[in-house]
């Protein structure tokens, strides 16, 4: 009968030591989703000021020239100009 009486008074052991491994990975799952969460964020390199009047397309365009779109036609004839 000592055998089954230690069995009982592990098995409270085992719960406590499970429900604390699975607070600890519950925690280390929020820390990490944090993290990653915090790099995916565009780092804004400054703030543009639009007309609230402007269509959509011109906001676009405002917004494509912000991230270096650069239209190909305006540095074709760019590039023609600086070299006659």
């Keep these: 009968m000592k055998g089954v009486n230690s069995f009982n008074a592990a098995v409270p052991l085992g719960i406590a030591v499970g429900g604390i491994t699975v607070f600890v990975v519950i925690i280390v799952g929020v820390i990490v989703m944090r ?9 804004s390199l400054g703030s543009l000021d639009l007309d609230p009047a402007a269509s959509p397309e011109e906001r676009h365009v ?3 020239q912000m ?6 036609t305006y540095k074709y004839f760019e590039m023609n100009t600086n070299n006659a």
């Design 67 to 72: 991230n270096g779109y650069e239209n190909p």
């Design 35 to 43: 993290r990653r969460a915090r790099q995916r964020r565009p780092r």
């Design 62 to 64: 405002a917004s494509m």
